[in-house]
C-alpha cells in the first residue's frame, strides 16, 4: 500500500490541490489578477500531473491488452480528461469558440506535434523507420470526414437550423466511431498492428514489465479524472479572470486545455519513437487526433442542445487552410514509401 501511494504522489498532491482550492476559490478571485492568474497556472500544472498518471494507468492497460485496443485506451483517456476539462470551462461560460478552437488546437498539437516531433527524433537515432501505411491512410480518411462534417459544413447552415444540425452531427459522428471501432477491432484489425520480430527477439528475454492490477489501474484511472475535473472547476474561474483585460486571444486557452490532454500522449509517442515503434507513434497520434474529432463533438453538442445555447464550431478561413495543409502533408509524408502490412 506504501508503495503503491509513493507511485500516486503527484495524483496524491493534486488531490490536496483541489481541497485547498475549493475552500480558497472566493479568495482567489477577490484578491486580484495576478493572484488569479498564477492561481490558474499552478491549478494546471497539478491538472497536468494528474493527467500524466491517468495517462500511466492508461498505458498500464494498454500494453496489457496490446495493439489495437492498447492504443484505443490510450486515446480514450486523453480525450476524457479532455472532454472533462471542456464541459467544466462552458458551463462556466466561456468562449463560445472555445470547443471549435480546442479541437483545432488538439489536432494541430497531436499530427505536427507529436508524429513530427517523435518521427524526428526517432529518426535521428534509428533512421528510417517502419510502419504500416495502411493505419495512416484510414485515419486520415477519417479525420478529414470527421472535421468536415462538424467544422466545415456548418458555416453553410442557417443560424436557424442549428438544432437540427447538431442532432445530425451527433448521428454522424456515433456512426463514424461505430465504423471505425469495427475497422479497429474486426477483419481489418491489421491495418493498425506492425510486427518487430528482431527487436522483440532480442529484448523480450530482459525485459521487466510492471506488473498490472487491472482493477487498481481502472480504479485509479477514474479517480484521477474526477480529480481532474474538481480542479478545471476553480482553474476555469481563475484563468478567465486572470486573462482578463490582458489583451491575450480567447485562443489560448484552447491551446492550454490542448496541451493539458496531449502532454501525456507526447511522452508515449517520444519513449516509442526512441524504442523504435514507429507504429505506436502513428497510432498514438493520429488515433489521438481521430478521437479528440469524433468523440468531443458528440459529447459537446449534446451538452449545447441540452442548455439551448449553440456553440461556434464552423473553423475560420485560416483554421480551414491550416488543417488540409496539415491532412495533406501528413498523408504525403506517411504514405511517400509503402511499407509492407505485418499482422
Known sequence: MLTFLKQERFLLLALVAAFVAYPLE????????????????????????ASMRVAHHAELL??????????????????????????????NEASPTLVRDTIYSAVMLDINGILGLAALMGGIKHGE?????????????????????????PEFIPEAKWKIYSAF??????????????????????????????????QVPEETPE??????????????????????????????????????????????????????????????????????VVNIAMGASLSTVILTVPVMEAMALYTGQPFQMAMTPVQTVMIFLTLIVSAINLNAKPMPSKA
Open 129 to 153: 523507420q517502419s510502419y504500416n501505411d495502411d493505419s495512416a491512410r484510414s485515419y486520415s480518411v477519417m479525420i478529414l470526414t470527421a472535421m468536415g462534417v462538424s467544422m466545415v459544413v
Open 62 to 91: 494498454a500494453e496489457k491488452v496490446g495493439d489495437p485496443y492498447g492504443t484505443m485506451i490510450l486515446t480514450l483517456a486523453a480525450v476524457l480528461v479532455e472532454v472533462v476539462i471542456l464541459a467544466i470551462m462552458m458551463s
Open 169 to 202: 452531427t451527433i448521428g454522424a459522428m456515433v456512426v463514424l466511431y461505430t465504423l471505425f471501432l469495427r475497422m479497429q477491432v474486426g477483419p481489418h484489425s491489421y491495418f493498425f498492428s506492425y510486427s518487430y520480430p528482431e527487436k522483440r527477439r532480442r
Open 211 to 280: 506488473p498490472i492490477n487491472l482493477g487498481l489501474s481502472i480504479g485509479t484511472l477514474v479517480f484521477g479524472v474526477v480529480v481532474i475535473g474538481a480542479l478545471a472547476e476553480v482553474m476555469s474561474k481563475t484563468l478567465d479572470l486572470g486573462l482578463e483585460g490582458t489583451g491575450a486571444p480567447p485562443v489560448i486557452t484552447a491551446i492550454l486545455v490542448a496541451a493539458i490532454s496531449a502532454a501525456p500522449e507526447i511522452l508515449t509517442a517520444l519513449r516509442a519513437a526512441l524504442a523504435n515503434r514507429m507504429q505506436s
Open 26 to 49: 472566493h479568495w482567489m478571485l477577490h484578491s486580484g489578477q495576478a493572484i488569479a492568474l498564477l492561481a490558474g497556472l499552478i491549478l494546471i500544472a497539478f491538472i497536468v500531473a
